[in-house]
């Protein structure tokens, strides 16, 4: 496994600095017509705008990268995979879902707007991903492949979803918690990685090797979330800790047992690095990142 290097931090402070620049840019043109007669565009960039990790677009910035392209190729990927990851966080916090009232260490979206809008700004934010993607500045030929690819992935995120909130307070179930962790979030990374190497005009075989790392790196973050969740204090994790527990969630660590499930992350990690391997020296941010995800403690 590929430990950062000393120039690690730097770098994903540079990238995500790139994520930020590209949102902002898109979100001022927008606020004229978002302001009028309604809360919606405070709502949306309240969410948008707090931050956080930025992992999902810069894997597709780096994905692009590491199949051989430019990350300006991939920008309007990367921002339409953190609106449809936003409106996750907003749909998943309301009192109908997992009921926070911290996300990244503020209130979360209805707290502050209500749900009602909360629910629009999710709304908003999704229908928006896509329209960015069909706008997006590449090959006419390769829009449709980038929407079809970010729509099974936001589909399969939202399956993932379901079965999370049908399976609360039921018996653990190991196959239920593997469903939920490969389509509430691997379905996500997966793509993220697709989208970038389909970005970069990659071939079938490395888009495809491409997208298997993603799953794995997403299958190991949902371990270490679900652990995080037991191990972490709300001050660490910027939300509610041990929530998991007290609404009885299949996760990772109520199926196998805290040591069984950081066993089977670092498994899912050196699968995604396996994944890698076509890719060479051109990978070894993604490489960086499998560490990363590991070694997170929020």
Known sequence: MRRPGPDFDAWLARTRAEVDTALDEHFRGLAPQLASHSRLAAAVQYSVQVGGKRLRPVLVLESCRASGGRATDALPAAVAIELVHTFSLIHDDL???DNDDLRRGRPTNHKVFGEGLAILAGDWLVTHAFAVLAAAP????????????????????????AADIEN?????????VQYIHLHKTAALLETCCRLGALCARASEEPTAAMARYGRHLGLAFQIMDDLLDVTSSTEQLGKRARKDAAAAKQTYPAAFGLESSAVQARREVE???????????????????????????S
Do not use: K, N
Request: no cysteine; charged share 30%; aromatic share 4%.
């Open 95 to 97: 009192p109908a879902m």
């Open 138 to 161: 590449v090959a006419p030929e390769l829009v449709p492949r980038l929407v079809r690819v970010l729509a099974e992935g936001t589909e399969r995120m939202i399956a993932g979803q």
């Open 168 to 176: 609360e307070r039921r018996p653990s179930d190991a196959a239920v």
């Open 271 to 297: 699968a995604a690095l396996a994944a890698l391997e076509p890719f060479g020296s051109r990978a070894d941010r993604l490489r960086e990142l499998a560490w990363y995800v590991i070694q997170r403690r």
